[in-house]
Each structure stands twice: as C-alpha cells, then as structure tokens.
C-alpha cells in the first residue's frame, strides 16, 4: 500500500497584515512541501476576536496569492470549529486534568508580588510569564461549578502536574517530538511541558486557546510537518503532552530562524515591521521578495 503524502500547513492568525517573517515561513512551508512531494494547506487561526478581522483575512490570502504561494484542499478557519476544541476539553475534563480558575490578571500579579515579597524570583516561562501559581487549583468542584454557574469569568487551566503523571502511565515513552532536516533526517528533542506550569487551555472570550487548537487541527487535517518559526519551538512542548493526553499523533517539526530589524529584534506588526502590501505599493515584485528570502 502506498504512503500517504507529507502534509504541511501555513497557519497565519489574521490580526495584521503579513509581514516579510510570514512569508519567510510561508516560503519555507512552500519549499519543503515541494521537495518531499507533500500538500501544503492554509489555516486560518483566528480564535482571537478582539485582534482577528475579517479585512485581515482577506489581506493574508491576498498577499499570499501575490506571492504565487498555492494552496490544497479547503481553508480552514478555526472560528468555525469551536465545538472540535469544546470536544477536545471535554476528553480532558473527564481525566481530571483542567480546572476552572477565576483569577483576574491583577489577583496572579498581586499572588505572584507577594510570593516575591521575601527576595525570591518566581519561576518565568519560556517566554518569560511568570508561572501561575495555582491559587484556583484547590477550590472544591462543586464550589467551582457554583461560581460558573452565577457567571464568574474564568479560563481554563491544564493542572501540569497532572497531566505528567497521567501522560507517564501512557504507552508511547519519554514526551518529546523529531525535527526533520531537508534530507529527511530526523534528530530527537525532549520536552519538558512543566516549565510552561498551570497552561491556560480556554480563554475568557473564547472557550480555547492557541495551544489547544493548534493541536486539535494538526491531527484533524492529517499535518504530518509542521514547519514554523523558532519562536514557538518551546511551545511544542505543550503540545506533544497534549497529543499524548488526546491520543492524537505527534506530527514531525521543523522550526526555521526569525527574520530580525535591524536592532536584532524579531519583526512584529506590533513594532511596524512593513508589512508585504506596503512593500507591494513600493514597487517590490514577488520574486524580488522570494530572492531576498532566500527562495529562489
Ligand atoms: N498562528 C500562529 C502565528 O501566526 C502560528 C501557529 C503555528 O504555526 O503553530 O504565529
């Protein structure tokens, strides 16, 4: 029987226009694709309705379809598939491995001041948050339930703690994931998910989170490689503990370097890196973009 075909996603969240380090992954998810004869899918990560737009969408596909960038198979748009996320929670609620925590961002700064009043620096995560520190995780469920029940705002919290101990009783050993190299090579990286603590896996305005869903949908669209910036190479170590909790396979990963500014910073909309359509109204062609990436 024959193999399936490699599948790889670009998977841009449409709160900005594209700038050159979208393109740069694009490209390289493009590239890759190509070279090992796989289909390259587009995904529209658009949990986030206080910063995603429609007119953001619109731009993301046409700046990609001015790069020559081609797409297989149906878009998909995660706002349209909240219940697969609800769905996902729900298999994890039943493990006794999330818990609802109603802390406002004040009460996890004040807890956090406080536990640093007496010299001691609270552990930081990977990108440099300080880790909850689990004031919601006792409260009884029923009081908790209560408390949802009369409206409170809450997220929803993975117990880390947890959640190690019942990945540990899985079969499929040590949490870790394989990066793939151009020649299909393969090199094993461990992860260590605790040093992310409490993760919020649902959001007070939407019942998800990007690590959830970015899980869900890699296994529901049969992603094979995900290819993505190094930025979110820590992250994967959530997200193999949630494949493994999930029972859903753990594609292989690729994570490329990070186009920076000229002060050595990652480029951010946020910081007004230009974006590919201002480069487009100065005359910048796509293959002048596909040269100076590196893709020629
Ligand atoms: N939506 C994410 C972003 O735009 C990328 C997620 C991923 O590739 O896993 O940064």
Redesign the pocket.
Same mark, same amino acid.
């Given at each position: 029987m024959a193999a399936s075909p490699p599948v790889f *996603?670009? =998977?841009? @969240?449409p709160?900005g226009r594209l700038h050159l380090g %979208?393109a740069l @992954?694009a490209l390289a998810n493009e590239r890759l694709a190509a070279r090992f004869g796989g289909r390259l899918l587009l *995904?529209i990560?658009d949990i986030d309705p206080g910063r995603c737009r429609p007119d953001y969408e619109q731009g993301v596909r046409d700046d990609l379809a001015w790069l020559g960038i081609a797409f297989d198979g149906a878009v998909r748009r995660q706002s349209e598939h909240l219940d697969d996320y609800r769905a996902a929670l729900e298999r994890l609620a039943g493990q006794g491995l999330i818990y609802p925590c109603f802390c406002s961002r004040q009460e996890v700064k004040a807890a956090i001041a406080a536990r640093e009043g007496d010299g001691r620096l609270w552990p930081r995560d990977p990108d440099g948050a300080p880790l909850y520190p689990g004031t919601c995780r006792t409260i009884a469920p029923d009081e908790a339930a209560a408390r949802i029940a009369a409206g409170a705002p809450h997220v929803l919290r993975l117990a880390m703690g947890r959640a190690l101990d019942a990945a540990s009783t899985m079969p499929g050993g040590p949490l870790g994931w394989r990066n793939f190299d151009d020649a299909g090579g393969l090199a094993a990286v461990a992860a260590d998910p605790a040093r992310w603590g409490d993760a919020v896996l649902a959001r007070r305005e939407v019942p998800t989170s990007?690590h959830l869903s +970015?899980v869900v949908d $890699?296994a529901l669209q049969g992603v094979s490689h +995900? +290819? *993505?910036?190094r $930025?979110?190479e820590a =992250?994967t170590d959530i %997200?193999v503990l949630l494949q493994r909790l999930l029972g859903l396979p753990t594609p292989l990963y690729r994570f490329h370097p990070l186009l920076t500014d000229e002060a050595g910073r990652k480029l951010a909309k946020s910081r007004g890196s230009r974006s590919l359509a201002e480069l487009r109204a100065e005359g910048a062609t796509p293959a002048a973009i596909r040269a100076r990436l590196g893709f020629t």
């Amino acid at each position: 029987m024959a193999a399936s075909p490699p599948v790889f *996603r670009f =998977a841009p @969240s449409p709160n900005g226009r594209l700038h050159l380090g %979208h393109a740069l @992954s694009a490209l390289a998810n493009e590239r890759l694709a190509a070279r090992f004869g796989g289909r390259l899918l587009l *995904r529209i990560e658009d949990i986030d309705p206080g910063r995603c737009r429609p007119d953001y969408e619109q731009g993301v596909r046409d700046d990609l379809a001015w790069l020559g960038i081609a797409f297989d198979g149906a878009v998909r748009r995660q706002s349209e598939h909240l219940d697969d996320y609800r769905a996902a929670l729900e298999r994890l609620a039943g493990q006794g491995l999330i818990y609802p925590c109603f802390c406002s961002r004040q009460e996890v700064k004040a807890a956090i001041a406080a536990r640093e009043g007496d010299g001691r620096l609270w552990p930081r995560d990977p990108d440099g948050a300080p880790l909850y520190p689990g004031t919601c995780r006792t409260i009884a469920p029923d009081e908790a339930a209560a408390r949802i029940a009369a409206g409170a705002p809450h997220v929803l919290r993975l117990a880390m703690g947890r959640a190690l101990d019942a990945a540990s009783t899985m079969p499929g050993g040590p949490l870790g994931w394989r990066n793939f190299d151009d020649a299909g090579g393969l090199a094993a990286v461990a992860a260590d998910p605790a040093r992310w603590g409490d993760a919020v896996l649902a959001r007070r305005e939407v019942p998800t989170s990007y690590h959830l869903s +970015v899980v869900v949908d $890699d296994a529901l669209q049969g992603v094979s490689h +995900v +290819v *993505r910036g190094r $930025d979110l190479e820590a =992250a994967t170590d959530i %997200h193999v503990l949630l494949q493994r909790l999930l029972g859903l396979p753990t594609p292989l990963y690729r994570f490329h370097p990070l186009l920076t500014d000229e002060a050595g910073r990652k480029l951010a909309k946020s910081r007004g890196s230009r974006s590919l359509a201002e480069l487009r109204a100065e005359g910048a062609t796509p293959a002048a973009i596909r040269a100076r990436l590196g893709f020629t």
